[in-house]
């Protein structure tokens, strides 16, 4: 599950339920034949409140307990093995009973509790036999929406209907998601996690593939103004980033293990960051060991529009553009696989 830092203004996406009371929770896992893991942790999905305390596995059994703000996914780890595809917490007791993979990865083979946490395994694991079988993109896509279709239709007031749309949106998902969106109830909506949802599907509406760009221009290190518009006729990276965010910071260290590939495709790069204060950006740039050009707008991120422009609602935000600025991959690990194709 990739990480990312998300936008602390009117961009934010944090997953509260807007003045919702905390509910109790309670999480009995069994591990199945795996007596050497002593230790087990929860990482909630969206819920920073949580603290995030190892328990010790007894019998490869282990218990967690603890508040959410609204039904979510937590991942379970161990000293030894990482977590897999995770449970669906909502306020109740969930059984799961765990293995682990081939690919040691933590996956919930059984869950007894909520509905809602039975239909999350269901639909997980369908959506992994679905992948494997079918090797057509488009069938597997309109397979993956049509599920999430019923399920929204079926279940508009569930907090795992509006997950499983902002898990699968991305590059083909817009126009799809706008519409299944639609289906979720008022009361899904007004939450600050329905809101973000909004805004991701607003992002993927605004750069999806096969869309042109506007031209813009930002100030470089020197502050000397650079446009970016069709001009230069080649393709080229737009990194989104900003120095207080961890996950970017790790992106650009991977960029540098890129730029052979990157000269030998003709591709540019160009890091757009978001920092407010130049200091911050120049030092993070000498830390980072960026040699490739830097663009900043200086700007506080609720009068910045490079972020209006784009709708950017989290970061690190990669976009991948033609001669033409006309986007054609999004996603940095999707954009280092096309460039390798080219």
Known sequence: ??????????????????????????????????????????????????????????????????????????????????????VWLTSDT?????????????????????????????WINSLNEWRQKEPDKIKRYMYI????DDYVTAHPESFLSEFMIRLEIGEDGSVLARSIYDKLSP????????????????????????????????????????SID??????????????????????????????????EKGVKLIGISLDETRDTWLKSIEKDKITWLELNKLKPWNENEIIKQFKIYSIPYSILIDENMVIQSIGMNNIIAKIQDL
């Open 1 to 86: 599950m990739k990480k990312c830092c998300t936008l602390a203004t009117a961009f934010l996406l944090v997953g509260v339920f807007i003045n919702a009371q905390s509910q109790q929770f309670r999480l009995e896992g069994e591990i199945k034949d795996a007596d050497s893991l002593t230790e087990a942790t929860i990482m909630i999905w969206g819920n920073s409140k949580f603290a995030n305390e190892p328990v010790k596995i007894i019998n490869r059994k282990f218990v967690f307990e603890g508040t959410i703000e609204h039904p979510c996914l937590a991942i379970i780890n161990t000293d030894k093995v990482r977590g897999g595809l995770g």
């Open 94 to 122: 969930i059984k799961a009973l765990f293995y682990v993979n081939k690919y040691r990865l933590l996956h919930a083979l059984s869950v007894e509790g909520s509905e809602e946490s039975k239909d999350y395994l269901t």
């Open 145 to 148: 929406w049509k599920g999430i």
């Open 187 to 226: 009361k899904i909506k007004a939450t600050e996690t329905g809101q973000g949802l909004l805004k991701k599907i607003e992002n993927a509406e605004t750069n999806a593939l096969g869309k042109k760009i506007s031209a813009f221009s930002l100030p470089d290190i020197n502050g000397k103004l650079v």
């Open 230 to 263: 069709s001009t230069a006729k080649t393709w080229t990276i737009l990194h989104f980033w900003d120095s207080w965010c961890a996950p970017c910071r790790v992106e650009n260290r991977d960029l540098i293990g890129h730029q052979k590939l990157l000269k």
